[in-house]
């Protein structure tokens, strides 16, 4: 996370108005949960599940939302193809996130 700071407080200086993409490492969604997983002390293996399932949990989410007139800012039913998705960031720093991982869910 350091590094992305760092880049963000370098391209607000220069103040070019460009867009820059910032990411020192690209993770699977797959790979972060492992990841968690571990900083936390709780290494296991973590299971994809299959996008049919994804689509329809997240329709029921949106659906059991207006049913109970709630608004979360955003419709659940739209993010399953977002959350199947690798979107990732070219280039990377190379550096891991490994550190800002533990910072964040240490045990």
Known sequence: MR????????ALEQAGGA???IA???LTWHEML?????AVGRPRPVRRLPAAAVHAALRT?????SLRGK?????????????????FVEP?????V????????SR
Do not use: K
């Not at 608004?71 to 979107?87: C, I, K």
């Not at 490994?98 to 869910?105: G, K, L, P, S, V």
């Open 19 to 21: 867009d820059l993409p």
């Open 34 to 38: 492992t990841r968690i997983a571990a």
């Open 71 to 87: 608004e979360s800012g955003a419709n659940p039913s739209h993010l399953a193809p977002l959350m199947l998705a690798d979107e």
């Open 24 to 26: 020192d490492e690209n």
């Open 3 to 10: 590094s992305v700071a760092d880049l963000t407080v370098d």
């Open 61 to 65: 989410g949106g659906a059991l939302q």
């Open 92 to 96: 990377t720093t190379g550096r891991s």
């Open 98 to 105: 490994d550190d800002a991982i533990r910072a964040t869910f």
